[in-house]
């Protein structure tokens, strides 16, 4: 591909408000552009990366025999109405109606529609075990896109199905299906770690979750180095403290102006935040009024608390005006005189004798407040979210707290959805039993990003050989001036795409400082230069851009290399060679 007519355009300054490298350079080097919030075109350079990415996570499912197929995009509402989700899914489903006044969703995922195809093909107990995959659009409507392709409205995923006749087989598909995975990621150039995750919308009886550390991340990952304990926040119950016994005590009232946070409570009482119970508050997607109580050294954990209520549609905030509805009072607020509220008490709290509370009342708490005393909770259970030095529920010792981004998921899904969709097989005994079900999903976008967040240095993006979308970046200089140099460079293109081995071509009458400047930004394994006086020491100068080691390369080896593939210097073919 001659770089004068790829449909690209390289910024020479970094993209207003955006943070993370890989959404500065992809945008800088010309490989994306934004749309409109979380939606991007994938430019030609940024099309051939994601093409590398898919047949990477192409060759390990065919591997272990899962069958590509695909599905459409558009779904009756119907389909998700009858597995329940369609309830269970806030605004991040997009919902339409059709010419006919049908109801429609833009598929986040495919379990119903794998069920369905299952109840119509699947029959007997020898079609099974069974996986399928594909590659399909899908749509979210994120609240918070951000991070460029990190989090996007509009994607394209990988989601595979594992159809097994118990949980035997779905365990052992798992397994196959985890193993991929880190192969997968190994071959990305990605440093993927499995942590336990929520099951969430996608429910069933276990989940992991691949993800890559980085500090722009936006899951939370409790992580314990002694013994390699990993998990999602969203789920982690690691070891809490047992409070020393105390009696209970007389509840009595106490003026404390501005104390409207934990911190500044605890400051003007003089007493640790672990004797303080800390309120939030919540409306279901079912419009329940939720009040949850942890202790004020720890914080809730939503996605515990989902669970506890099995909220249909999340969590939102509760507004002020909705909080005094119920007889309390934001920043004083507790359990104590409320009315129609579903109270969740961190099991933690229920141990802590004599905690600081909120009274209901504008600069006013509550000493001494025990609970079920003094209110009684609805549920009690483990809402709190882990923290940094907390003991690793496996090995005791202390858990770290990091950022990860996911990569790739895998869920056992159970009979969940064939037992909705009515997916049944006929047994060896005569009997029809629900097909168990996996589901397994890789975000190629998302992949993308994260490997240029890996692999990037201050002058651009360096790609893996694995997904880079040229092998070379051939460079001439004086090319304008000297018809050597030219011919040189157009027979060496020619030569490569002969061989099958495309390569970017900078053939434009640039000055060599813009030409290597966008070959460093563009970041192709190899970089190929051709001058004057690289032919006069000897043919062409050969970079390797990961390392920056430079070698000088005769022009029938280099004319090798393009036809067979490139050697690492300073391999075999160098012997001898002069270096720049």
């Known amino acids: 591909m001659r770089l004068s007519q790829l449909f690209f355009t390289t910024l020479r300054d970094d993209p207003a408000d955006v943070e993370m490298p890989s959404a500065r350079l992809l945008l800088r080097a010309g490989y994306i552009r934004q749309l409109g919030s979380g939606i991007y075109s994938l430019l030609p350079l940024g099309f051939r990366v994601t093409k590398r990415v898919e047949q990477v996570v192409r060759e390990e499912m065919d591997r272990i025999g899962s069958q590509e197929m695909e599905m459409p995009v558009v779904h009756p509402a119907e389909v998700w109405k009858e597995s329940g989700r369609y309830y269970k899914i806030g605004p991040e489903m997009a919902r339409f109606k059709d010419r006919g006044e049908r109801d429609m969703v833009l598929a986040m995922t495919h379990e119903e529609v794998v069920a369905l195809l299952v109840r119509d093909i699947v029959k007997s107990y020898r079609?099974?075990?069974?996986?399928?995959?594909?590659f399909q659009t899908k749509f979210r409507d994120e609240p918070r896109s951000r991070g460029g392709l990190i989090r996007?409205?509009?994607?394209?995923?990988?989601?595979?199905?594992?159809?097994?006749?118990?949980?035997?087989?779905?365990?052992r598909n798992y397994r196959l299906q985890y193993a991929a995975y880190e192969r997968i990621f190994e071959r990305l150039g990605l440093k993927a770690i499995a942590v336990g995750a929520d099951v969430g919308i996608m429910g069933g009886s276990g989940a992991h979750e691949f993800m890559v550390i980085n500090d722009f991340g936006e899951d939370t990952l409790v992580l314990c180095d002694a013994c390699g304990f990993a998990d999602n926040q969203q789920?982690?119950?690691?070891?809490?403290p047992d409070?020393?016994?105390?009696?209970?005590?007389?509840?009595?009232?106490?003026?404390?102006?501005?104390?409207?946070?934990?911190?500044?409570?605890?400051t003007f009482l003089d007493i640790p935040r672990s004797k303080t119970a800390k309120a939030a508050f919540f409306v279901t997607g079912d419009g329940r009024f939720v009040v949850a109580i942890v202790r004020g050294d720890y914080d809730v954990n939503e996605t515990k608390l989902v669970n506890v209520l099995k909220a249909r549609g999340g969590l939102r905030p509760a507004t002020v005006e909705e909080i005094k509805a119920r007889g309390m009072e934001a920043g004083y607020g507790s359990p104590i005189g409320a009315r129609d509220a579903v109270v969740v008490v961190d099991e933690l709290v229920v141990r802590s004798p004599n905690l600081v509370a909120g009274a209901n009342r504008v600069g006013w708490h509550v000493r001494n407040v025990n609970v079920p005393r003094d209110y009684t909770p609805d549920h009690v259970a483990e809402i709190a979210n882990a923290r940094a030095g907390d003991p690793c529920p496996r090995c005791g010792q202390p858990v770290t707290l990091r950022q990860g981004i996911e990569v790739g998921n895998i869920f056992k899904l159970?009979?969940?959805?064939?037992?909705?969709?009515?997916?049944?097989?006929?047994?060896?005994?005569?009997?029809?039993?629900?097909?168990?079900?996996?589901s397994y999903g890789i975000g190629l976008g998302r992949n993308v990003a994260c490997i240029v967040e890996a692999h990037h240095d201050a002058k651009g993006i360096v790609w893996p050989d694995e997904v880079a979308p040229y092998v070379a970046h051939l460079v001439t200089i004086g090319s304008n001036r000297d018809a050597q140099v030219a011919a040189l460079g157009d027979r060496l293109h020619e030569i490569a795409a002969e061989a099958g081995r495309d390569i970017l071509y900078d053939d434009r009458d640039e000055s060599p400082g813009v030409k290597f400047t966008d070959a460093e930004l563009?970041?192709?394994?190899?970089?190929?230069?051709?001058?004057p006086r690289s032919l006069a020491a000897?043919?062409?100068?050969?970079?390797?851009?990961?390392?920056?080691?430079?070698?000088?390369?005769?022009?029938a080896t280099l004319e090798g290399w393009l036809r067979t593939g490139f050697a690492e210097p300073p391999g075999p073919d160098l012997s001898g060679a002069p270096t720049a």
Request: no cysteine; proline share 7%; net charge negative.
């Open 127 to 134: 079609q099974l075990p069974m996986m399928v995959y594909h």
């Open 152 to 171: 996007v409205r509009e994607f394209v995923m990988k989601d595979a199905y594992s159809l097994d006749r118990d949980e035997a087989g779905l365990d």
């Open 235 to 240: 789920i982690a119950v690691v070891g809490k």
């Open 243 to 266: 409070p020393a016994p105390e009696d209970a005590l007389p509840m009595a009232d106490v003026e404390t102006p501005d104390a409207t946070t934990i911190e500044a409570l605890a």
């Open 414 to 438: 159970g009979t969940d959805f064939s037992v909705a969709f009515g997916s049944t097989y006929l047994g060896e005994d005569g009997v029809a039993h629900p097909v168990v079900m996996g």
């Open 522 to 531: 563009l970041g192709m394994p190899w970089i190929v230069t051709i001058s």
């Open 538 to 555: 000897g043919g062409a100068e050969v970079t390797r851009r990961e390392t920056g080691e430079r070698s000088t390369v005769p022009i």
